[in-house]
């Protein structure tokens, strides 16, 4: 696709249940990011694939946060659960290989736990 | 623990004026990176500097990178409204793809 794509782009749900939140990167890119960012802050890292491979999922908050990328294309991040401090906007971010290559962000699902 | 900090969180300049925002952090990197975000959007790059020394310029903004001394500098020159938006910088730790934001720094420009 032209652009990193998100969905769903906004997401209520009751506490207690499950979401999952989906990136469809740039069509060849190598890396997967996923981030959280909370209004008027930087964004924050949860964790990175390359290919299919987590690289590392350091970021992840708690055994409730995990990801998977399975064909090297499409991440799902799930959160089981939800609390209503997952409230946030979840930013997905794709890049190619080469040290010279930035991070491509989408739009973002905004997550909303009542 | 890698840690990036922005100064200032928060600028208010005038049109016309030259205004330097900073970059530190706090361990090895091989990578930086300058971002802007508008209110409600995504994040979209301006920059990726690689080495010390790195200078890169782009319309009324220039980014360098001094990593010995791990501090990036956006320099803005003669701002114009348009320029108003949230910077964020952005550190690659040393043999790792993951990138560390900074706070950010709202930038707002008044005529």
């Known amino acids: 696709g032209a652009g990193v794509s998100q969905s769903p782009r906004y997401k209520v749900t009751k506490r207690g249940q499950d979401v999952a939140l989906r990136c469809d990167p740039i069509?060849?890119?190598?890396?997967l990011y996923w981030y959280r960012q909370a209004l008027g802050q930087g964004p924050e890292f949860l964790t990175y694939?390359?290919?299919?491979?987590?690289?590392?999922k350091s970021g992840l908050p708690n055994d409730r946060f995990s990801a998977e990328r399975p064909e090297g294309s499409i991440s799902t991040l799930t959160i089981q659960r939800t609390e209503q401090r997952d409230s946030a906007m979840y930013r997905c971010?794709?890049?190619?290989?080469?040290?010279?290559?930035?991070?491509?962000f989408g739009q973002g699902t905004r997550l909303t736990v009542v | 623990e890698l840690k990036v900090e922005q100064n200032p969180l928060f600028l208010s300049m005038q049109e016309g004026k030259n205004y330097t925002i900073y970059c530190n952090y706090s361990?090895?990197?091989?990578?930086l990176y300058w971002y802007r975000q508008d209110p409600g959007k995504s994040l979209e790059s301006l920059f990726v500097?690689?080495?010390?020394?790195a200078v890169k310029q782009e319309g009324r903004l220039m980014a360098s990178l001094d990593t010995k001394a791990r501090l990036s500098t956006l320099h803005i020159t003669a701002a114009v409204h348009d320029l108003s938006a949230t910077y964020f910088c952005?550190?690659?730790?040393?043999?790792?793809?993951?990138?560390?934001f900074g706070t950010g720094t709202r930038l707002q420009v008044f005529p």
């Open positions: 971010a794709s890049s190619s290989p080469g040290s010279d290559t930035e991070a491509f």
């Open positions: 069509s060849g890119h190598v890396s």
């Open positions: 694939f390359n290919y299919e491979a987590q690289q590392d």
């Open positions: 361990t090895t990197s091989d990578r």
């Open positions: 500097l690689l080495s010390n020394g």
């Open positions: 952005a550190v690659t730790p040393f043999n790792t793809d993951k990138l560390i």
